[in-house]
């Protein structure tokens, strides 16, 4: 990722000219520009799209919290039972690449039940 930011700087902003006429664009120095001005507007406009998509799971994610599953799926002698197996051991596990985001799921079968946000970042 770094040489490509780096191609880009460089071809954006290069003091390197081709000897030519005054006056006159080369192919090549067409080329450089649209390539780079591509670079220069699909970077941000990529991570633009996926952080608004990482937003959206986040929020879908919140969603499906306990009181969701709970309204969904009755509590067996109060505790949180398995939709898809019945067992009633469930395990946390944290999210990934550093979310907040934690997934309760089935201890014996291993299907995902519902998500907790954790508290720490507020």
């Known amino acids: ?9 460089l071809s954006a902003h290069s ?7 005054t ?3 080369s192919v090549s120095d067409i080329a450089a520009s649209s390539f780079s001005m591509l670079f220069t507007l699909a970077i941000p406009v990529a991570i633009i799209y996926f952080g ?12 499906m919290n306990y009181d ?5 799926v009755p509590l067996v002698n109060g505790k949180v039972v398995c939709r898809y197996c019945g067992s ?5 596990k944290n999210g990934r690449n550093n979310s907040n985001i934690r997934t309760h ?8 039940l519902y998500y907790s946000l954790e508290d720490w970042r507020i």
């Open 1 to 9: 990722m770094k040489a490509l930011i780096s191609f880009v700087l």
């Open 15 to 21: 003091g390197y000219t081709v000897a030519q006429t």
């Open 23 to 25: 006056g006159t664009t």
């Open 52 to 63: 608004w998509e990482a937003y959206k799971q986040r929020q879908e994610l919140a969603k």
């Open 68 to 72: 969701w599953y709970v309204s969904h």
């Open 88 to 92: 009633n051991k469930i395990m946390v």
């Open 105 to 112: 799921y089935c201890g014996q079968c291993g299907q995902g």
